[in-house]
């Protein structure tokens, strides 16, 4: 029997999955990684350490499950998005990366919005200080000398790849979140890279993420205990990983992404641009289809902090909350610890717990930190609304997909059922080993990509979906109020 091996480069972790023919996950493991925040807005991690984090999680699955590893025809990867890899002679990284959650190049993003005001339309999204395109103008503004060495821009995922099979080359939808790919015509634009001092010759290929990108090195087969040529997939970012994953392939399948970061995700079959709702509009990692996404930069992270903040368990404090959850919070929790994309494009935004009180407990601010991601996303769906996207129903993937008391919360403050299905927690690794798949196979993306077994689906509580509808207009209006306070706290008023 043939297994798929399906390795997501995320921001906490690297995870990797082998996958038999049926779709069953045999064996999979999950390699912490260490993000390096220097200074305000800073969000770095060494590229090494990805692959040093894959070669461990490859030790784990062969000795897990060595028989099944010992059989993989194809590699599939998905990774972190929006990150900006640089590469010098011998292919080696002149720096650290700087990530999708990285926003010190907002100036450099306002000014690229201002001096190109219609490539947006083109390019699927405004220039965002995560997007990888700013970053490059600001490392020729802060870093010069790194800048003119740089021969190459890769994507996190796609420095994998060059480990894996020695060649530079990335998939359409990873390429989509750069600023500087065409999305209609999937092929890199001249005027955007022009804009931040680039051409072509510093982009890697383009190719579909179900295509053969490679074969993975001979030494490197050898020393996995691997046979015969391993191809090498396209794969894909990882959001547009998930959908595959989810079988969101067709036109108008809705998910959301609760992981690190946020998304609500809907699969188009033609472009449809919206940056002014500040909706991405982005390829899709399968042939002739596309996806409009609104992105959050903050998800189960907001989760994570809170219980590092608590010195608590995940699982206990949900439990706990859960017991004695009964209506909205009276507390508000701003999410954006790390500034914020949709609907905001503000990287000044920050956190805040406003309505604190002697009467306060723990499971108050868990509940808040829950509804407050919540309502992130009640904003991410009107933004979907202005594209003219309407949502009737949505699935759930992603680590934060493991808590019914979440997808609770959020199908009543979105007011629409919310689907989880089995394995939805796998997210983009499994999609990944799916494009593994069909890039060792040549089947049919409709063949293999096949929504997963419904595990439930939760319907919105009336009575609280109403109870919520006052508190997301108090959410937004607190951030309305805070808006120019973030970037004073941040600039002294520059």
């Known amino acids: 029997m043939s297994h798929y091996l399906g390795i997501d480069i995320g921001t906490s972790a690297v995870k990797a999955i082998v996958v038999d023919e049926r779709q069953l996950a045999i064996a999979e493991t999950e390699i912490p990684l260490a993000i390096s925040r220097l200074s305000d807005f800073w969000s770095e991690q060494d590229p090494e350490g990805w692959w040093q984090a894959v070669q461990a999680a490859i030790s784990h699955l062969r000795s897990r499950a060595p028989g099944a590893f010992a059989d993989i025809k194809g590699v599939g990867l998905s990774g972190q998005m929006h990150g900006a890899v640089l590469l010098g002679e011998n292919d080696r990284p002149l720096r650290p990366a700087i990530l999708w959650n990285d926003g010190r190049s907002f100036r450099e993003a306002e000014e690229l919005e201002r001096k190109y005001p219609d490539l947006s339309r083109a390019l699927g999204v405004l220039p965002?200080?995560?997007?990888?395109?700013?970053?490059?103008?600001?490392?020729?503004?802060?870093?010069?000398?790194?800048?003119?060495?740089?021969?190459?821009?890769?994507?996190?995922?796609?420095?994998?790849?060059?480990?894996?099979?020695?060649?530079?080359?990335?998939?359409?939808?990873?390429?989509?979140?750069?600023?500087?790919?065409?999305?209609?015509?999937?092929?890199?634009?001249?005027?955007?890279l022009a804009a931040t001092g680039l051409d072509r010759s510093h982009m890697p290929a383009l190719l579909e993420g179900s295509n053969p990108s490679g074969s993975l090195r001979p030494e490197l087969a050898k020393e996995w205990g691997l046979r015969g040529e391993i191809v090498v997939a396209g794969g894909a970012g990882d959001v547009a990983?998930?959908?595959?994953?989810?079988?969101?392939?067709?036109?108008?399948?809705?998910?959301?992404?609760?992981?690190?970061?946020?998304?609500?995700?809907?699969?188009?079959?033609?472009?449809?641009?919206?940056?002014?709702?500040?909706?991405h509009s982005f390829c899709h990692a399968l042939p002739d289809r596309w996806f409009q996404m609104a992105a959050m930069l903050?998800?189960?992270?907001?989760?994570?902090?809170?219980?590092?903040?608590?010195?608590?368990?995940?699982?206990?404090?949900?439990?706990r909350t859960e017991d004695v959850y009964r209506k909205p919070s009276s507390l508000l929790f701003l999410p954006y610890l790390a500034g914020e994309r949709t609907p905001h494009n503000d990287a000044y935004a920050r956190g805040v717990f406003f309505g604190l009180s002697p009467e306060t407990q723990r499971t108050d601010l868990v509940q808040a930190v829950l509804e407050g991601v919540a309502f992130s996303f009640a904003d991410a769906k009107?933004?979907?609304?202005?594209?003219?996207?309407?949502?009737?129903?949505?699935?759930?993937?992603?680590?934060?997909?493991?808590?019914?008391?979440?997808?609770?919360?959020?199908?009543?403050?979105?007011?629409?059922?919310?689907?989880?299905?089995e394995g939805s927690d796998k997210g983009p690794a499994f999609g990944a080993a799916r494009l593994a798949r069909l890039a060792a196979t040549g089947e049919a993306p409709e063949a293999v990509c096949s929504a997963p077994a419904v595990l439930e689906t939760i319907e919105p509580e009336s009575h609280l979906a109403e109870l919520y509808s006052p508190q997301i207009e108090s959410f937004r209006r607190l951030y309305r109020a805070l808006r120019p306070e973030f970037r004073h706290a941040l600039t002294g008023g520059d």
């Not at 965002?128 to 503004?141: C, E, I, S």
């Not at 060059?162 to 015509?185: H, I, Q, Y």
């Not at 992270?301 to 219980?307: D, K, T």
């Open 128 to 192: 965002m200080p995560g997007l990888t395109a700013p970053k490059l103008l600001w490392l020729q503004r802060h870093e010069p000398e790194t800048f003119r060495a740089a021969r190459k821009v890769l994507l996190p995922k796609d420095y994998i790849r060059l480990k894996l099979t020695g060649r530079l080359a990335t998939d359409m939808s990873d390429a989509a979140g750069t600023w500087w790919l065409d999305e209609a015509a999937r092929s890199w634009s001249d005027e955007a």
């Open 298 to 319: 903050n998800g189960a992270s907001c989760l994570a902090w809170a219980a590092g903040l608590l010195k608590a368990d995940i699982a206990d404090l949900l439990r």
């Open 382 to 421: 009107t933004c979907l609304e202005h594209a003219g996207t309407q949502l009737s129903y949505a699935g759930l993937i992603g680590g934060g997909s493991r808590s019914v008391f979440w997808a609770r919360i959020l199908a009543n403050v979105l007011n629409i059922p919310l689907v989880r299905y």
């Open 241 to 279: 990983a998930g959908a595959v994953g989810l079988g969101a392939i067709e036109d108008g399948a809705a998910f959301i992404s609760l992981g690190t970061s946020g998304q609500l995700f809907v699969t188009t079959r033609a472009f449809s641009p919206a940056p002014e709702a500040l909706v």
